[in-house]
């Protein structure tokens, strides 16, 4: 497999959900409530506005013709709403710059991701930068919020991050989110014949 395509994979929701539970859990192992509660929110706001533009696109044609848009990039938002927030809690007990690093770190493999997704034509550009902004949000928004919390325990955080993690990879191998999205799609719209995504 080419490697832009094994870098796309970071996206998938089979990887991105797990380490976003694995995230929060570590956050409330360390007691860093605030944090976890205005992530954690925004996380899912983000999944369930992708989720949302899918299902609408498939069930109604909702879009935009003429930048090409029909729904944002669930991997570029995945990639950017996750691997951001993970660089930043490892590297953040090195000091509050290593932390920001590693978000930026973060942002920029979203950025990259989103623009293998235009190059390999799963999605078009306003897509990928819709899905990255979406993720960037996600960070950025619960930064803004809660403010810059303090370093992780790390046993404790280790230790509920690889058991939530380890979990949710093996529950996710029994969830077609894209079945699911469809079956939604057809639920709502009462349409059986739906708009076409072309890569779910």
């Known amino acids: ?9 970071l996206g998938d929701l089979s990887l991105t959900l797990p380490t976003a539970a694995a995230l929060l859990a570590a956050l409330l192992a360390s007691r860093s409530w605030r944090m976890a509660f205005c992530w954690s929110v925004l996380f899912a706001s983000c999944v369930l506005l992708v ?24 991997h570029a938002a995945g990639v ?34 989103a623009w293998w997704l235009v190059q390999l034509h799963e999605h078009s550009a306003m897509e990928a930068v819709a899905g990255w902004l979406a993720g960037a949000l996600v960070n950025l928004g619960a930064l803004r919020l809660a403010g810059v919390p303090p370093p992780l325990q ?19 191998q029994w969830a077609p989110v ?7 799609a057809r639920f709502l719209s ?6 076409s995504l072309g890569y779910l």
């Open 51 to 74: 989720g949302a533009s899918k299902i609408a696109f498939m069930g109604w044609g909702a879009g935009w013709p003429a930048a090409c848009f029909k729904a944002l990039s669930g």
């Open 190 to 195: 009462g349409n059986r014949h739906l708009f």
């Open 80 to 113: 950017t709403a996750v691997f951001p927030m993970l660089f930043f809690l490892l590297l953040h007990h090195q000091g509050r710059r290593a932390g920001w690093f590693g978000l930026a770190l973060g942002l920029v493999l979203g950025a990259v991701v």
């Open 154 to 172: 790390p046993l404790p955080s280790a230790a509920a991050f690889l058991a939530v993690f380890l979990t949710g990879s093996w529950l996710m």
């Open 1 to 9: 497999m080419l490697p832009c395509r094994r870098l796309i994979e």
């Open 178 to 184: 894209g079945y699911w999205m469809i079956l939604a």
